[in-house]
């Protein structure tokens, strides 16, 4: 890894004591379980493979909308009960969705931890992954990761996410509308998730493991 892309993660870093540790941990631990398992898919590689991906993202999208907004219906402590259930509900959706985007393109073969992460989070914290993913012209090269750099990442999301979970948490304490609100996020995230696999395997991808990142 760069000396700038070391220094992004050190500066982060500094932000993991703004969030409280137990949910932090939770949430970056369920991160790294998801991103070291790439789901199997069902769908095979299809001559137009964008429109076919894009009804993916859309079912998606509202398959991740109701599921949101059915765990934070609970009002109060018992909807703080329902958080990480929540997300990790969500982020197997959209880890599935990246799996079969990938499959409709004909790339799932070659789909990595790196390019897992990087769909399910590049709209988190697109600075994270800017020496790990690049796009060169035409085409995405995609930098081999450690396991220490995936574990590094996954630690700071889980302190992005939990800080965007507290900035939010106000709305957990109004019944129904506070669901409403957690279903939208949903959706849009999951939109986010599908645009970033589109764009990401509707061009070559090269893989370089010649020096992966530490």
């Not at 379980?33 to 076919?52: A, C, D, F, N, W």
């Not at 990761?145 to 979970?165: C, E, H, N, P, Y």
Request: proline share 4%; hydrophobic share 45%.
């Amino acid at each position: 890894m760069s000396k700038s892309a070391r220094s992004r993660l050190d500066v982060t870093d500094v932000a993991a004591t703004d969030a409280p540790s137990g949910l932090r941990h939770k949430v970056g631990d369920a991160i790294l379980g998801l991103v070291l398992r790439v789901p199997t898919s069902g769908e095979r590689e299809i001559e137009q493979p964008e429109k076919r991906a894009r009804a993916l993202g859309r079912a998606a999208a509202r398959q991740a909308g109701v599921m949101a907004g059915s765990l934070a219906l609970p009002p109060g402590f018992l909807g703080w009960l329902t958080v990480l259930p929540e997300l990790v509900g969500v982020w197997k959706l959209q880890a599935q969705l990246v799996s079969d985007i990938a499959a409709v393109y004909g790339k799932h073969a070659t789909l990595g931890r790196e390019q897992m992460i990087y769909c399910l989070f590049k709209h988190v914290s697109a600075q994270l992954f800017r020496d790990v993913v690049v796009r060169v012209g035409e085409r995405y090269v995609v930098q081999t990761a450690s396991l220490g750099f995936i574990q590094s990442a996954a630690r700071l999301l889980g302190v992005k996410v939990t800080q965007r979970i507290i900035g939010k948490s106000a709305s957990r304490f109004v019944p129904l509308l506070g669901a409403v609100g957690v279903s939208a996020y949903a959706y849009f995230d999951t939109q986010q998730v599908a645009k970033t696999t589109i764009d990401l395997f509707s061009k070559d991808i090269v893989i370089d493991a010649e020096t992966p990142s530490r």
